[in-house]
């Protein structure tokens, strides 16, 4: 079927890493540079549910967003190729990080957690940042999850948003993948 969609038509550029890491800002500056569309993926599943991600949690617990995470990353195969910023608990799961494989070129914002925690401007939309594990514990034990997924890690330490998309995205381009 050669005007259907496939697995290999679909070639993203999908960022992952810590909550505050910067993913969704860099992926939208990045798509508007580019000309690409910009999917935030925790948009679509709360579109998809009908409920933001606090709710989510609330009603269906962690799982049942883990569950809808997954199902949202299998969707981007019928997406056109665009630029797609992941939830920082998308490596979790192994079957998410061979679909991020599958997906396209995974680069890592990586940051330290206290950098991050300082970046988020609305903590009440995270509902593990108010759970009982501390956020320097949850990037420790994902850490080696985000690096074995990325084609890129890119650390994000003391630099502005400007200099994370102009450097990453000269080296996307350098590469020929933007
Ligand atoms: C989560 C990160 C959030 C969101 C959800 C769970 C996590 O996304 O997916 O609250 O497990 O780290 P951001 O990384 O965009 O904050």
Known sequence: MPWGYNEQQAYHVLFV??????????????????SRRCIDLDRLIARRAGMDIPTIFQKEGEQGFRDRETAAL???????????SCGGGITIRERNQQLLKRLGTVIY?????????????????????????PPREILQARAASYESVADICFDTAGKSIDEVVNTLGELLWKKGIL
């Open 109 to 133: 914002l990586k940051v330290d957690a206290d950098e991050a925690v300082s970046r988020i401007s609305r903590p009440e939309t995270r509902p593990l940042l108010s759970g009982d594990v």
């Open 74 to 84: 299998e969707s981007l195969f019928l997406e056109t190729s665009s630029i797609v």
């Open 17 to 34: 890493g810590f909550m505050g890491s910067g993913k969704s800002t860099v992926a939208r500056r990045m798509a508007q540079l580019f």
